[in-house]
Structure formats: structure tokens, C-alpha cells
């Protein structure tokens, strides 16, 4: 169907204006983590933005308050876990994966490879893109919590911090 009526789309636009602005004002008020990309939770709950957003725009049956509840909702629970990641050390295990090294010294763990489902080319990918030319120019090819692969070539290892303790 191309058009329905005016009332609908009134009803889109004022309503879609409303709640765009009730999750921009709910997103500054709640900060910068609400939306950082650090875990697979932190993604679920943007997402989850975004659909509530699609819903209160094209739903007619989802009332512009029920749709600001639905964020609040969202937003308390990504504050509520970010909180409790971040200071009860039990507690980020259960949220977030830790990172995993699938690339050692230029030699890949064929092992964290099969746990993580990645195959060598998706390495290799990451290791072209970070600028390198071989596994030789790599010290570590890690698997971060939010799914990126992070590579640190040789000439960027320094002391090895940043690693987990494991992977120094």
C-alpha cells in the first residue's frame, strides 16, 4: 500500500519527532556508555534502541509513553550492568567475554582459532588492514570483547600493558 492517510502520517511525524527526542535527552542524561560498543551486551541494547524506535515511528498500536517506558527500561539495565561490571569483578564475567589471542609472536593458536570460530583468512584480513604485510611484523592478533580483531605489530608491543597478563 503506497499511502493510508494523512492521520497516519501526522501521527509519524509528530510521534517520531517526540520519541527521537525523548531518547536523545534519555541518551545525554545517561551518558556516553549507554552507547559505547565495548561488549555484545552493549550492542544488544543499542539495537534494541533502535527497534524500540522503529516501533513508536510505524506502530500505532505502541503509545509514544509506552515507547519513552521502553527506553527508560533499556537505558537503567545498561546502567545497572555497566555499574555492576565495573565494580563487582564476578559480575563481568557473567556480561562480557574475555578477550582472546589468536595470533602469538607471527603464529597463529589454531586452538582459539576453532574456539572462536575465526578462520586464518579473517586474521589475515585484520593484519592487512592494520598496515602489516606478514604474521612475522605481528606480536598479537587479539579477539576483543566486542568482536574486533585488534593487531599489535612488533614495533607497537612496548612493554605489553595493554595484553592480559597471560599474553605478555
Known sequence: MWFDSWGDLLRVVLVGTAA????????RV???RTLAKLNAFDLVVTVALGSTL???????DVAWTEGVAAFVVLVLLQLLVSW???HLGPGRSVVTARPTTVL???????AALGAQRLT???VRQAVRSSGAGGFD???RVVLE???TLSVITTAQLGDGTALEPGDR
Open 145 to 147: 570483547t566486542d568482536g
Open 104 to 110: 602469538r609472536d607471527g603464529v597463529l593458536d589454531d
Open 137 to 139: 611484523q605481528v606480536a
Open 54 to 60: 522503529a516501533t513508536i515511528l510505524l506502530s500505532a
Open 84 to 86: 555492576t561490571t565495573s
Open 30 to 32: 545517561s551518558g556516553k
Open 120 to 122: 586464518p583468512a579473517e
Open 20 to 27: 527521537y527526542a525523548a531518547l536523545v535527552l534519555l541518551l
